[in-house]
Every structure is written in C-alpha cells, then in structure tokens.
C-alpha cells in the first residue's frame, strides 16, 4: 500500500466543521482512499472510502483533488463523540492485500 | 453490521508461557487479520490470511504464529511469550470491498 501523510494532530471545537487532509502524492490509478477512526481502547471504525469522486455519507464528506494526490475528510457540525485518531489509507480494489496502517491524525474536540 | 469477535479480551502470561488469541467472524469474510497497537506505533500488521488454510507475513511478524482452521476462526499463537508482545490486539475481517471491520480487541500483558 503507498504512503499517505497526515499532520499528528489537529484541535476544534464541538459544532464545528472540521477539515482532516491527507496527502498520497504517490497513489496509483486502482488504489482507493480509505479513511478509518479509532477512539481509545476499540478497534478502528470505517469511515468511508472513495476512487476519483467525492462521496458522501451520514458520517463525512470525502473530497479528493483532481489529480487524487490528495483528499480532505471533511467532518460537519462535530461532537466530542468525533475526538479520534482518523487514519487515511490507500488499498488497490479487489487485492485483499495486507493493509497497513500510520499513526493517523488525532483529532480533539472541545466543548 | 459485520460481527468480529476476539477473546480473551484480556490475558496475562508470564515470559515463555503459551499463549493462544482467537478471532470469530460470522459474515462469510473470505480475509483476516492480525494487528497490534503500541503507543507511538500506531496499528502494525502481523498476519493475516485469504481464507481457512492460507496464511500471509505482515510487517511484524517476528515471535508469531498463526493460523486459519475455517473461514470464520483465525487463531494468533505466541508459543514462548516475551515482554515485548505486551500489546493490544486486533482482529479485522474484511469483504471483497477491503472494508475492514475490527473486533474489540485482546489486551495482553506478559510479565
């Protein structure tokens, strides 16, 4: 899986709209964007994913650049129930290759 | 909702003891996984298998076994504990997406 790169950490405070940016200048043509988050002492939790277009669910927004060398989680309207670590990952469709995994990006949220 | 459930969810072993960490899921998931976490480390793969059977080396997978009886169990086997694997452990599934899906984990102490 190619190497993404997210900042440590960043801060934000509850109800507002936050915006998590990874960086896969290396990414292949099959690879898609995972993003995954973990809160203290669980197993991480899918997020969302997506190739060439933006997506969009109940959780986040997922906007990728043109030349899908980077992409934004873009969480709305955010809670302390959204502090995590967000990992952003890269995985070819279909390989059921190993999927490894950063430090990711620690996202805290005050009152 | 994808079901992963791993037991013990909490182990304690002296140094060389035996230890065996089992991982059941029940949607039908043709790929699994082992990880650890270790602060600072973030998640690191260890095994992880295409189906009963099958077994494939991940980033470190130094001091462990493991292996895959059906393709619901996946088995993480440390014959002679060290310190050192003192973790936090996560099982993950996966469907032909790649979308993983974690248990809650097994935290192990070896003392």
């Known amino acids: 899986d190619a190497k993404t790169t997210q900042p440590d950490s960043m801060e934000s405070t509850e109800g507002e709209t936050v915006h998590l940016p990874c960086s896969h200048a290396?990414?292949?043509?099959?690879?898609?964007i995972y993003w995954y988050r973990q809160v203290p002492l669980q197993g991480p939790e899918y997020v969302t994913h997506?190739?060439?277009q933006n997506t969009t669910n109940s959780m986040a927004f997922l906007a990728i650049a043109s030349d899908r060398k980077s992409s934004t989680l873009i969480l709305p309207h955010v809670s302390l129930r959204d502090a995590a670590v967000y990992h952003c990952i890269l995985r070819a469709q279909g390989t059921g290759s190993k999927l490894s995994f950063g430090k990711g990006a620690k996202l805290t949220v005050s009152p | 909702e994808a079901a992963v459930t791993q037991s013990p969810r909490n182990k304690v072993t002296v140094t060389g003891g035996n230890v065996t960490l089992s991982c059941r899921q029940t949607n039908s998931h043709n790929y699994m996984y082992w990880y650890r976490q270790d602060t600072g480390h973030g998640l690191r793969l260890i095994h992880y298998?295409?189906?009963?059977?099958?077994?494939q080396i991940g980033d470190v997978p130094d001091g462990y076994k493991a292996t895959r009886t059906t393709q619901e169990d996946f088995f993480l086997l440390l014959e002679l504990a060290s310190p050192s694997q003192t973790s936090l452990y996560f099982c993950?599934?996966?469907?032909?997406?790649?979308?993983?899906?974690f248990g809650a984990g097994t935290r192990l102490s070896v003392l």
């Open positions: 993950a599934s996966s469907d032909v997406r790649n979308t993983l899906y």
């Open positions: 997506g190739l060439q």
């Open positions: 298998s295409y189906g009963a059977g099958n077994l």
């Open positions: 290396t990414i292949s043509g099959n690879e898609y």
